[in-house]
Structures are given as C-alpha cells and as structure tokens.
C-alpha cells in the first residue's frame, strides 16, 4: 500500500456555488509536506500545509483534514467519464495504491511514511462544486449510486509526508462500519443508519444528526 501522489488545490473561481473560489482543483507535489491537525471547521484549514478550502460552512476542519481516493477507482470512472483521470482530479489530497479506501472502518488508523498517522473519519458526500468542476450533468446522482466516495481523515499524529511514502494500517476497530456502507446510509440506505452508531469515531456533527434520523424511523414517530 502506498502513497501515490500527494496533491495541493490551486485556487480558482467557482461559478458552481454562491462563493468566490474554490480548491478543488488539486495538483500533484514534488517534495515532503507537513501535515498538521487543522483545528474546528470554520477557517478553511485542512491538513495539508500549502492547502486550503473555500467553503468553510461544509468543508476543512479536523474532521475533514485529509482526502483520499484510491488509483483503482479514478481507473474504474474513466471508461464511464471517457477520459483519463489524473492524480487529484477528484479533489483528493491522497491518490493511494493498493489500499481498499472505500473498505476502510470509521475510525480505522493509517500510517504513512514513518511519522503521520491519520485516522479515517466519515465519506465525502458530493456538492455542486464536484459536478460542475467535471462538467458532468447529473454527476451527484451518478457518484451517489456507485458508492465510491472515498474517505476523509483526521490528523492523529502530525509530521511530513511526500509521493512513494508506503502506507501501513496500524489500527482496525471493532466493528463493521466501513466509508462504503456510512456513505450508503447517509445517502440512498436510510435503514443502515441504526448500525452506524457504533463508529464513534465518526464526526460528533454526523452522530448528532444519525441519532435524531434514528429516532425518526421509530414506530409511531
């Protein structure tokens, strides 16, 4: 498993939601770059240095530090896109090798290089900015169905990380809830939103509002 390339935004104007830029537009990097925890979401910090987001409502913060998709599944959208995907091109921070991302459990711990630990924390759900930025009408839908989301990270233990570095999972919890099925159940599966609650360490936002859908689906709400 390995870090195949390590990807930094460029800011550029997003005509696709009611603000001014955007950095989705994520290009490989030559070199080490530190990784640090971002802090609370609201000031656009993420985890990469060099990086940034432009949506603060929705997006950064520590809980949304890191994003990694894996080369198999950029490989596996190009026929249905009908071109090639490089690197970055979904916005992730991390293009990864031979790590199954979408399989990964909530909460489950990555080390990559000899210092960084990161610690998957929940799916990316899929916004207009993502839609317009691959000129693809109907893209939501379509990404939404494949349930291929890819996974946000928290920084558990800062230091630098660069292409090539080998990636090691150093951690698994006890349960099942992988990005694939949270995803699943945040968006097209309601009724696998009770198994969720186990994956504590799924953003304390997410949890809050699982628990109120939860009760909702209860007989005689």
Not at 27 to 49: F, N, Q, S, W, Y
Not at 114 to 137: H, K, N, Y
Not at 141 to 162: D, N, Q
Request: with cysteine; charged share 25%; proline share 9%.
């Amino acid at each position: 498993m390995q870090l195949l390339s390590l990807n930094i935004g460029r800011p550029r104007p997003n005509p696709w939601k009611g603000i001014g830029l955007t950095g989705i537009d994520k290009r490989p990097v030559d070199g080490p770059v530190a990784v640090t925890a971002p802090g609370p979401k609201g000031t656009g910090a993420v985890g990469l240095a060099g990086d940034r987001v432009y949506d603060v409502k929705h997006h950064g913060g520590a809980d949304q530090a890191v994003y990694a998709y894996a080369r198999e599944d950029l490989d596996s959208w190009a026929p249905e896109l009908g071109r090639p995907l490089a690197d970055g091109c979904f916005g992730e921070n991390l293009t990864t090798a031979a790590l199954d991302v979408n399989g990964a459990l909530i909460g489950e711990r990555w080390r990559i290089g000899p210092d960084v630990v990161l610690e998957v924390s929940c799916p990316r759900i899929p916004c207009g900015t993502f839609q317009g930025w691959l000129e693809r009408a109907g893209w939501i839908k379509e990404f939404t169905r494949a349930a291929l989301p890819g996974a946000y990270l928290r920084v558990i233990e800062p230091g630098e990380i660069r292409a090539g570095d080998r990636i090691e999972i150093v951690h698994r919890p006890d349960h099942q809830v992988t990005v694939a099925v949270s995803f699943r159940a945040l968006t097209t599966a309601p009724e696998l939103l009770p198994g969720l609650l186990v994956a504590d360490a799924l953003p304390a936002e997410d949890l809050e509002q699982i628990r109120g859908r939860v009760a909702r689906q209860r007989p005689g709400r």
